[in-house]
């Protein structure tokens, strides 16, 4: 199936360990500088109504990263807005639709006033140790299929609890001020994983 990103917000604000070297901070300033109207505001969070409408657009089956610019359980992007996103996904089952966040207790506190279908994945972002609790948001909610991005993994993550949760993504840091990713971290992951018989996936390496 091919892959996409869909982004009907924009900008962010760096809320952990995991940001210090943030992709979308970096492309934004790119487009930014290219004079792309989408991007005139920076890195400010900004809803973009006028993308709401582009998977419909689409001819084939998709798998959609959604948002790889921000993050849709940002405060500043109304519940209403978040509840539009989630009408076109379940509007158009043909795609799956990724959406990944680092406001797990947002996310938490909105999930019973969307509409799960199960072309939503659901994932938070779990850098190190410090923000493990994430996963016990996205466990208490709603979503069928719930999956952890420990990328860039930036420390061990031991005693991890993954009941209930589907898929593990591990993946280090890229770019010239990277942090190190240890071997033993990625295994300690990979073993839980496949102890409770989950999918992983290893981006940037091989395991
Ligand atoms: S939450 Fe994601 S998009 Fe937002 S600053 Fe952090 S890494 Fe960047």
Redesign the pocket.
């Known amino acids: 199936m091919d892959r996409d990103t869909w982004n009907p917000t924009t900008g ?5 360990a ?2 210090k070297y ?4 970096v492309m934004t300033k790119r487009l930014h500088a290219m004079g792309i109207e989408k991007y005139k505001d920076g890195f400010k969070v900004r809803v973009h109504e006028d993308a709401l409408d582009v998977p419909y657009s689409w001819k084939s089956s998709k798998v959609v990263f959604v948002n790889s ?3 849709l359980f940002l405060p500043e992007v109304p519940l209403e807005f978040i509840q539009k996103v989630f009408e076109l996904m379940n509007n158009t089952p043909q795609h799956t639709y990724q959406v990944l966040t ?1 406001r797990a207790e947002r996310l938490f506190e909105l999930h019973d006033k969307l509409n799960w279908t199960s072309n939503i994945w659901m994932g938070v ?1 779990v850098e190190n140790e410090k923000v493990k609790s994430r996963i016990d948001y996205l466990r208490a909610t709603n979503a069928k299929t719930k999956f952890l991005s420990c990328e860039p993994l930036i420390g061990p993550l031991s005693n991890m609890d993954l009941t209930n949760i589907n898929w593990v993504i591990v993946g280090g840091e890229s770019g010239r001020k990277s942090r190190s990713m240890e071997e033993l971290w990625v295994w300690i992951l990979k073993i839980n994983a496949e102890n409770r018989k989950l999918h992983s996936s290893l981006n940037n390496g091989v395991v």
């Open positions: 962010c604000n760096k809320v952990s995991g940001c943030c992709y979308a901070e610019m921000s993050d680092k972002s």
